[in-house]
């Protein structure tokens, strides 16, 4: 848990996306249809869909909700202040606008936000701020929402889940920079927007395998072994590439990141650290990486191991096919 050196607001504070407006070049202000603002989710898709121009522009309507003792005239905090800020790690872009109140009370807040398409790349995540004068000092953040919404401009639909980009490829005859990998069966890539799972379909077998819908008993049982193997080493090359550029604050607590790094982490820390939330859980792995903890990298590896077989579900795969294959071997001596 992090300590602050003052008061922070306590109880839940509260906001959404109300709507969304698009705007292409020379034509007036369209609205977004709801299906394209899934609540449940908090995600605003506005990826190209033909239903929709080519936007330039879009005006996003939020709205807030603040504890009523963020008002008290009595309490720490002066100058009461609601920020919502957008930002996105692939183009370094942040915005921000502030809140007004619409409420007498003070408690109900809302703003517009302006988003230029040019500015945006991938998926930025929003977020609200409560921002006070305590003690004397301007600008202390003494509350944020732990809800997050995305803002997806590469989905044409509302999903805060993002699938693996799998491409089959011959690394023999591909680009050089796969020929070197010619006899590796599958290579994953974490530096685009998400992650990439070349299959070399090269390798002896393996691409007719993958690409079988059907086949034999003992085809499908080795397929799906090969596939749970693949996806486990997925995860272990995309955690460790979400936990390589990790954003610090000031006093060395470590930022879970946007985008699919964050979604990484989240699934992956409770598995590694089922006792510990994952703020922790993160400032664990962070201080074992930079050697800042008794228990160095190395140390760290069977919990990455173990956490990304169980996502790849592995345990449960190994033994389906062990199974499969004793039923196999029982067939063929009747």
Sequence with gaps: ???????????????RVESAQLKAEGDPWEDVESKYISTVERVLALGPDEDRPDW???????????????????????????????????TNTRVSVELSPTSDDGREWSARLDIHRCDLLDRATLTVHVVATVDGVRGRVIATSDVEWFVDVIEPTPSLARELDVKMVDFASGASRLQRFKDSPWLVDTTGRIPVVRVNTGFDGLG?????????????????????????????????????????????????????????????????YPDREPEDALREVHAARTGASASGWGELQPRIHFAASRRAGVPRTLSTTIRDLERLTQGDDA
């Design 56 to 90: 330039t522009q879009a005006r996003l309507r939020i709205s807030a909700g603040l504890p009523a003792k963020a008002m008290d005239p009595a309490g720490p905090w002066q100058d009461v202040k609601v920020l919502a800020v957008l930002s996105e790690r692939a």
């Design 1 to 15: 848990m992090k300590v602050y050196p003052y008061r922070r607001l306590t109880g839940n504070v509260s906001w």
């Design 208 to 272: 007719d395998l993958f690409g079988a819908d059907g086949g034999n008993g003992a085809e499908k049982t080795v397929r799906e072994l090969l596939l749970a193997q693949m996806c486990s080493e997925v995860w272990t090359a995309v955690f460790h590439s979400a936990v390589g550029d990790l954003d610090i604050e000031e006093d060395g607590t470590p930022l879970v990141p946007h985008g699919w790094q964050g979604e990484v982490l989240r699934e992956m820390l409770p598995d590694m």
